[in-house]
C-alpha cells in the first residue's frame, strides 16, 4: 500500500522580509506609521515590526489581524462586513479581530499566511496589507 501524501508551498524568512516591506513602503508612501506581523498557515508569528510613532495597542491587534485572515481563510474585511450589517454572531467566533487590515497570503488558491496591519484607519490599513500581500500574485 503507498501512501499519498500532499506537498504544500510555506513561506520563507526571506519572502516574509520582502513581504513586510512592500507594506512598509505603501505605509511610508502615505505618511503613516504601522506595525505589521506576518504568521504562517498555521497562525505562528514569522515576522514582526513596529514603526516608529506607532500605538502600542497596534501591536496585539495586527497580531490578531493576521492569525484571524489564516483561521478564518477570510480577509478581517469579510467580518468586518458582516458585523456592521449586523450580525454580530460573528462576535461569538473565536480568537476573530473583525477589522479591515488583516489579509491572506495566497500562494494560487491555497492561503500559505497571514498579514495583519494595524495603527492607520481599518481601510489603511487593509490597503498596507494587501501591498504585502501582491508581492505573491
Not at 504544500?8 to 512598509?24: G, P, S, Y
Not at 478564518?72 to 462576535?91: C, I, M, P, W
Amino acid at each position: 500500500m503507498k501512501i499519498e501524501l500532499t506537498q504544500r508551498t510555506v513561506l520563507n524568512l526571506a519572502a516574509v522580509k520582502q513581504i513586510a516591506q512592500a507594506a512598509e513602503d505603501k505605509a511610508r508612501a502615505q505618511g503613516l506609521s504601522v506595525s505589521i506581523a506576518i504568521v504562517d498557515d498555521a497562525g505562528r508569528l514569522m515576522h514582526f515590526q513596529r514603526m516608529d510613532g506607532t500605538p502600542n495597542s497596534s501591536v496585539e491587534v495586527a497580531i490578531g489581524k493576521a492569525v484571524h485572515a489564516v483561521n478564518y481563510r477570510r480577509d478581517t474585511a469579510f467580518h468586518q462586513k458582516l458585523l456592521s450589517e449586523g450580525n454580530n454572531v460573528v462576535l461569538g467566533l473565536p480568537g476573530i479581530t473583525p477589522i479591515e487590515g488583516g489579509v491572506r497570503l495566497l500562494h494560487g488558491d491555497q492561503v500559505i499566511g497571514g498579514i495583519g496591519v494595524s495603527g492607520a484607519q481599518a481601510a489603511q490599513d487593509g490597503e498596507i496589507a494587501q501591498a504585502g500581500a501582491d508581492l505573491l500574485k
